[in-house]
């Protein structure tokens, strides 16, 4: 069974980082992509990064200079590191995982990353708080 596990999340004033970390287990897919996406109160869930599994990213716009998506060589932890915070950046943070990469990928090419409908399995989140 597919479980993803994020951690990391907390509180920091502007201008600090935080590390978010989702630990993936129960599946071995090839190839596949996963996102890292947020959700303030009253607002859509939004895709902040992803990274497939041949190594490529992408970022909202909001967040590209400031973030950083990554895996680890056994492609069993996604991390987004996050700098330079603002308290725009202050929500609900997920990581999601689609256990299918289609040719050419999303990810790589600009496609369909952000949109969560694309994604099969989610965790249960992690709090961040950006105060000014």
């Known amino acids: 069974q597919v479980q993803l596990v994020e951690s990391g999340g907390g509180s920091v004033q502007a201008g600090g980082s935080l590390r978010l970390s989702c630990a993936a287990s129960?599946?071995?897919?090839?190839?596949?992509?996963m996102g890292w996406f947020r959700q303030a109160p009253g607002k859509e869930r939004e895709g902040v990064a992803a990274i497939d599994s041949d190594g490529s990213t992408a970022y909202a716009d909001s967040v590209k200079g400031r973030f950083t998506i990554s895996s680890d060589k056994a492609k069993t932890r996604m991390i987004l590191q996050m700098n330079s915070l603002k308290p725009e950046d202050t929500a609900m943070y997920y990581c999601?995982?689609?256990?299918?990469?289609?040719?050419?990928?999303?990810?790589?090419?600009?496609?369909?990353?952000?949109?969560?409908?694309?994604?099969?399995?989610w965790g249960q989140g992690t709090q961040v708080t950006v105060s000014s």
């Open positions: 999601a995982l689609n256990t299918d990469l289609p040719r050419p990928s999303p990810v790589w090419f600009g496609g369909a990353w952000y949109v969560k409908d694309e994604y099969d399995f």
């Open positions: 129960g599946y071995r897919y090839p190839s596949y992509y």
